[in-house]
């Protein structure tokens, strides 16, 4: 069974950093796309950004120049590292994988909040 636990969500100032881990069990982690969505009150969920299992990467224009995501193939972890954050990045932030046969998993989600 494919399990996804993200962690790192929290409260932060504008202009501050967070990062977020996603570790995933029960699949052969390296073959997998991995991407970082979120969803705010009362809107969709939006793609934030992706990384193939070769390590390309994309980013939603909303966040490129801030966000990083990278991923640790021998720790079975994704990473989105997020700086210098805004008001407008408040939201759950969730993790998802696609395996090479393409299902879909996804976490639990986590919160983030930045104060103005």
């Known amino acids: 069974q494919v399990q996804l636990v993200e962690s790192g969500g929290g409260l932060v100032q504008a202009g501050g950093s967070l990062r977020l881990s996603c570790t995933a069990s029960?699949?052969?982690?390296?073959?997998?796309?991995m991407g970082w969505y979120r969803q705010a009150p009362g809107k969709q969920r939006d793609v934030v950004a992706t990384?193939?299992?070769?390590?390309?990467?994309n980013y939603a224009d909303s966040v490129k120049g801030r966000f990083t995501i990278s991923r640790d193939n021998a720790k079975n972890t994704v990473y989105l590292q997020m700086n210098s954050l805004k008001p407008e990045d408040t939201a759950v932030y969730y993790c998802n994988t696609k395996t090479p046969f393409q299902y879909i998993y996804w976490g639990q989600g986590t919160q983030v909040t930045v104060s103005s």
């Open positions: 029960g699949t052969i982690f390296r073959y997998n796309f």
């Open positions: 990384i193939t299992s070769g390590g390309n990467t």
